[in-house]
């Protein structure tokens, strides 16, 4: 049973930061394809960020040079360092993990973290 929990969002101004952290069970991050995702009302999920098993990052244009992307091995985590926030950020954040398995492509989802940047 796989389980992705993200934790970290809150409310923050424009221009701040925040750092999202996704904890992993069931399922080995540095061995999967991990991503953040984001919906904000009245849109469709869209692609962050994502890191794959051998370390390659990467991002949605409209994020590039401000959000940074990373794993931890030991703890098993996805992270998302959002930095130069901006209104248009605020959306409900998901990590997502893809691995293969038996030749089978598999996708788990968490439940979404909420991010609003607002003054």
């Known amino acids: 049973q796989v389980q992705l929990v993200e934790s970290g969002g809150g409310l923050v101004q424009p221009g701040g930061s925040l750092r999202l952290s996704c904890a992993a069970s069931?399922?080995?991050?540095?061995?999967?394809?991990m991503g953040w995702y984001r919906q904000a009302p009245g849109k469709q999920r869209e692609l962050v960020a994502t890191?794959?098993?051998?370390?390659?990052?990467s991002y949605a244009d409209s994020v590039k040079g401000r959000f940074t992307i990373s794993r931890d091995n030991a703890k098993n985590t996805v992270n998302l360092q959002m930095n130069s926030l901006k209104p248009e950020d605020t959306a409900v954040y998901y990590c997502n993990g893809r691995r293969i398995v038996s030749g089978v492509q598999l996708e788990s989802w968490g439940q979404g973290t909420q991010v609003t940047v607002s003054s």
């Open positions: 069931g399922i080995i991050v540095r061995f999967s394809t």
């Open positions: 890191i794959t098993s051998g370390g390659t990052a």
